[in-house]
T-cell receptor
Framework: DAEITQSPRHKITETGRQVTLACHQTWNHNNMFWYRQDLGHGLRLIHYSYGVHDTNKGEVSDGYSVSRSNTEDLPLTLESAASSQTSVYFC????????????FGQGTRLTVV | KQEVTQIPAALSVPEGENLVLNCSFTDSAIYNLQWFRQDPGKGLTSLLLIQSSQREQTSGRLNASLDKSSGRSTLYIAASQPGDSATYLCAVRGDSSYKLIFGSGTRLLVRP
């Protein structure tokens, strides 16, 4: 079955380190998204992509970057991890046009110490 | 700016009860609305997607309605079961982009 997978599921890193979270989908969806989920803030959009080589900033993009070199993958990089980036990160994808039902991965819990 | 609100934040009901979860949004110009379920420590599972031209969608014991003019959607769960215990999130696609704006969710507990 097609799916969307995130890795790692859990990560502890130190302040100032660069961290990359992986997201891989096998649906051949054009749209991919990264959200973070925090208590009191709900889910907030970090970055998104509508296709290969396309990337866009969401509402909380500072300190994060993404690149889209193929349809299946959208890795999220924290350039210099900060304690404020401790959160649960979710990747999502949707087809691209018409029916835009979004499907989510299982999440990555990141702790920055 | 689109804002999505879900009330109540938490709800506890006895097993077998029919219940309604509420979602409201400030800008009625939406493309669609999606309901999700999230279990503790897990990802989001899509339950129902309602296009802006639709009034309701049904899947098993779940029925979601949409009233764009009043900026409201409801998720009706019939004959609730302990396995329905989870957080329910609604999200709207508010413009020509494919971004979703989420509510903060309703945490549901169905007591045996």
């Amino acid at each position: 079955d097609a799916e969307i997978t995130q890795s790692p599921r859990h990560k502890i890193t130190e302040t100032g380190r660069q961290v990359t979270l992986a997201c891989h989908q096998t649906w051949n969806h054009n749209n991919m998204f990264w959200y973070r989920q925090d208590l009191g803030h709900g889910l907030r959009l970090i970055h998104y992509s509508y296709g290969v080589h396309d990337t866009n900033k969401g509402e909380v993009s500072d300190g994060y970057s993404v690149s889209r070199s193929n349809t299946e993958d959208l890795p999220l990089t924290l350039e210099s991890a900060a304690s404020s980036q401790t959160s649960v990160y979710f990747c999502a994808s949707s087809v691209g046009v018409g029916n835009t039902e979004a499907f989510f991965g299982q999440g990555t819990r990141l702790t920055v110490v | 700016k689109q804002e999505v609100t879900q009330i109540p934040a938490a709800l506890s009901v006895p097993e077998g009860e029919n219940l309604v979860l509420n979602c409201s949004f400030t800008d009625s110009a939406i493309y669609n609305l999606q309901w999700f379920r999230q279990d503790p420590g897990k990802g989001l599972t899509s339950l129902l997607l309602i296009q802006s031209s639709q009034r309701e969608q049904t899947s098993g014991r779940l029925n979601a309605s949409l009233d764009k003019s009043s900026g409201r959607s409801t998720l009706y769960i019939a004959a609730s079961q302990p396995g329905d215990s989870a957080t329910y999130l609604c999200a709207v696609r508010g413009d020509s982009s494919y971004k979703l704006i989420f509510g903060s969710g309703t945490r549901l507990l169905v007591r045996p």
